[in-house]
């Protein structure tokens, strides 16, 4: 069965971890979970492969982990959270993580940060129907969500299709 | 009679647990974050609560995905630091105050919170970052601390609706508490921040901004920003700043501003940082009254220099 689509589908570059992902990754989730015990991060590292056997992946998911697809584990229903566990397993941070799931270098990306991070402005919607602010936040700043400031953001572009589908449902909830 | 008298909300960023931990916080990067918490230092020694209440969430640490609870209230006498998959924190163990913690769940479930009472439970840094940032890193932590975790993890967490009326309920609780404590609430995560997935990396101080003002402003208008908007706006993991509200629900109507502080950024986030005191209700706590009088008007002016700083 397809995915259900919600409103905040719409949100680029970003997968929530709602339900229904949670309930796909929930493999995922407990063998990132497991890795919180050195014997475990020891078997883990001796035979990937066979050690992720014990937690009924389905093949994607495997691979994903195989290949420390960040992204992808997320979009099968991993939690950034726990997937944080298998980066630390490698060594690596959050701000580490982050970089890579958004396409730059680990220089780049902590450049971005310091000059006050990733703008909203531009990544706010992927079907283009709310680039502005909504009631509650601050003043819009106008501009349209051109590619332009996607620059780092190949990557805050993920996927398109069924796009119309989320618009209009996106559209019709966000009046809430 | 408990009563609630000031609240504190605090970005609780991993990284600066580190900084801590490893002793950075002398470097100029961190310097910068931690230099924001020096006047909060000395306003949590002046204020010397009996008891907080820490509202935070757990990060894949005392909970996994094995259970969810959306309002966890932990009841038990003391709290360990959790083992985040690089041994637990050097920080002491949190000692619990479960008579009052105990008194809150009884309250606030015949209210119509369900929340989950938790008699064994670790904490991670979303509690101790915080508390470190706050109270600095003595040998054991001056005063009792109630853990409530909120899921926001899993979404959807509770709105921030929800989350503001059970500071209310909270109030209620800790004002039906025969013995006289002085509690202070926290509230804690955010602020704008995305750390998973190619839009990561997300900052939006203008939000922030907005926010921090509105917690004096207008804080029914905080309780009435949909999940959908604080994801867009703030970050998928923005979304935490729904905590802040069971802090601020907690507060009475009528609050002063003391201090607060904003800098981006630490790791991934944008770290805020605002203490709001309850005005005196005729200064129940006799020890407090004389001293405690001169002291705001010039935190508050300090706070304004500090926050002209931040913005320039």
New interface residues.
Partial sequence: MAREQH??DD?????????ER?RQ??GI??F??S??ADENRKAFKADEAEYLKKFNLTPEQTEAVLKRDY?RM?ELGG????TA?LG??DGH???H???E???STQED?AN???A?????EG???RSGR?DK??R????P?GKKAGKAKAGK??????KTKKSKAKKSKAKT??K? | MARIIAGVASSHVPAIGAAIDNKQTEEAYWKRVFSGFEKSKEWMAETKPDVCIVVYNDHASAFSVEIVPTFALGCAAEFPPADEGWGPRPVPVVQGHPQLASHIAQSVILDEFDITVVNKMTVDHGLTVPMNLLFGSPKEWPCPVIPLAVNVVLYPPPTGHRCFMLGRAIRKAVEAYPEDLRVVIFGTGGMSHQISGPRAGLINSKFDKAFLDNLTKDPQKLARIPHLEYMREAGAEGIEMVMWLIMRGALDDRIDEVYRFYTVPASNTAVGHIILENRAKGAKSAKAAGKRKAAPKLKRAAARAKIERVRS
């Fill in positions: 409103d905040y949100i680029p570059g970003t997968f929530v971890f709602d339900q949670s990754g929930y989730n407990m990132c979970m890795l919180m992204n997320l939690n950034i959270y726990f566990k630390a397993t941070s959050f701000r993580l982050a970089a799931m958004t396409g990306y971005m940060m310091l006050g991070g990733r703008s909203v990544n706010r919607s709310f602010p909504a509650s936040a601050a003043k700043a953001a190949k990557a805050a572009k993920p909830r966000a809430k």
